[in-house]
């Protein structure tokens, strides 16, 4: 089973930056798509941000384009999402999740595994 730990949320103001990490351990390998979702209180879980591994493949969501970077470092089996000039719609718990092959979706049910989220506030 793939287990998948998040750190880094927090609180900051409107125009400030936090990076979140996830480490994926268990049987978890680079020929995995690793993604950022968020869910705000009321409102769905949306997809942020996605990578493929193995090819460094990556997809944004419309609202953080230009803000948001997700990378990975395949060594540690861990992705990251930088997220600049944060805003007060950022606020949201976000999750990690991961599935193995295919990197096309932005379905929760498409992800088998998923972190227990990190909570991110931004204050305006």
């Known amino acids: 089973q793939v287990q998948l730990v998040e750190s880094g949320g927090g609180s900051v103001q409107a125009g400030g930056s936090l990076r979140l990490s996830c480490a994926a351990s268990g049987p978890a390998t680079t020929n995995m798509c690793m993604a950022w979702f968020r869910q705000a209180p009321g409102k769905q879980r949306e997809g942020v941000a996605r990578i493929y591994l193995l090819a460094n493949n990556t997809v944004y969501a419309d609202a953080v384009k230009g803000r948001f970077t997700i990378s990975r470092d395949n060594h540690k089996i861990t992705q990251y999402l930088q997220m600049n000039n944060l805003k007060p719609e950022d606020t949201a718990m976000y999750y990690c999740?991961?599935?193995?092959?295919?990197?096309?979706?932005?379905?929760?049910?498409?992800?088998?595994?998923w972190g227990q989220g990190t909570q991110v506030t931004v204050s305006s």
């Open positions: 999740a991961a599935r193995f092959s295919g990197c096309l979706s932005w379905l929760t049910g498409a992800y088998n595994y």
